[in-house]
């Protein structure tokens, strides 16, 4: 019998007599699910002609069911390798390879990344990069694609992605809670949805405190890059006019903080509060460790994953996109002691 893509996890259901849930439960860990239940689903599937049997797709079996790609703009960001963890989980459990691909997908290489998603056989995409609504519609037209981190209101591709802005205005109310009167902020490139965002929460935070924010203590650093960054910092504590807090929208560029504060004899926390994002690894690493907002890094990879699965099962889903919680981490970089 010809495979049929087309049928979808609701035929399945119906004509099993369970639930959609139930197939992709029997789809992504057949463990879980009685012998029983199981055949029933595993005849459904065959009289249907969506495929295989689903207990061909256990996990570690030889037999893949297809390649998700996972696109990032940086590789050597420790913030996208708790993303690419939860990727690889959730594909390994459905039965799904990984591949990495490190490029920056514009409106005039989207055709190029299209062909190679054609050459390497791609199920479907996770891209952590921030992509024109025209891009996105190109890799639409050749394979499922779901937003992880980035994303864009005005597609209609799904998303699982953090409140950048409520986060970033949270870490500065924190600054201005221990005291702070002259914040400074280090920010990316607008290009991305996180520093632009947290740049905004930001501003709009500070603007209805009563704080100082000079025109030069708004840092952009083109690329999230620690030796920019740094430069940048130590030109800013040399100047004479030096803030009381920092908010840094990434942990790459909080580091850069405590390093150049060091380098100048600002003391953290006594004379500069700070704080960063993303609870990366290296917040922990630091003198003094790194007040930060975490994000569910593993959890968007995992479940941006899950999205793409259902949809290349063709799962019918309501509202696909999600946007996870976020938290405050305070340690030593404003609490003057380890506290989380």
């Not at 399945?12 to 057949?30: F, Q």
């Not at 699982?160 to 809670?177: F, M, P, Q």
């Amino acid at each position: 019998m010809a495979v049929n893509r087309r049928v979808t996890i609701a035929q399945i259901a119906e004509s099993a007599g369970v639930s959609p849930a139930t197939v992709s439960r029997a789809l992504n860990h057949p463990e879980l699910v009685n012998d029983r239940t199981l055949g029933r689903i595993n005849s459904s599937i065959r009289n249907l002609g969506y495929g295989g049997p689903v207990d061909q797709y256990r996990e570690g079996s030889p037999d893949c069911r297809g390649l998700v790609v996972v696109n990032l703009p940086w590789l050597d960001n420790p913030f996208y390798s708790e993303i690419v963890h939860g990727v690889r989980v959730a594909a390994n459990n459905a039965g799904y390879d990984t591949l990495i691909s490190w490029d920056n997908i514009t409106n005039e290489t989207a055709r190029s990344f299209c062909s190679m998603l054609r050459r390497c056989g791609a199920s479907g995409v996770i891209t952590t990069s921030p992509l024109s609504a025209r891009a996105i519609q190109a890799v639409e037209a050749v394979v499922p694609l779901v937003q992880c981190a980035e994303s864009r209101p005005d597609v209609d591709a799904p998303y699982v992605t953090i409140d950048d802005h409520l986060a970033a205005s949270r870490a500065t109310e924190h600054l201005i809670s221990c005291g702070c009167k002259r914040l400074a902020i280090v920010a990316g490139s607008n290009e991305f949805k996180f520093s632009r965002e947290r740049l905004e929460g930001f501003l709009d935070t500070t603007a209805r405190s009563d704080v100082r924010v000079l025109p030069g203590w708004i840092l952009q650093i083109p690329d999230n890059s620690y030796a920019l960054a740094y430069s940048a910092l130590t030109h800013l504590f040399d100047s004479g006019e030096v803030p009381d807090g920092i908010f840094a929208v990434s942990d790459t560029f909080g580091a850069a903080v405590v390093r150049a504060a060091h380098t100048t004899g600002i003391e953290i926390p006594r004379d500069l509060k700070v704080v960063g994002f993303d609870n990366a690894e290296l917040s922990t690493m630091l003198t003094p460790t790194l007040t930060t907002v975490n994000q569910p890094r593993y959890r968007m990879g995992y479940s941006a994953c899950r999205i793409l699965i259902d949809l290349l099962a063709g799962y019918e889903l309501g509202s696909r996109s999600m946007v996870l919680e976020t938290e405050l981490i305070v340690r030593e970089s404003t609490a003057g002691e380890a506290v989380a």
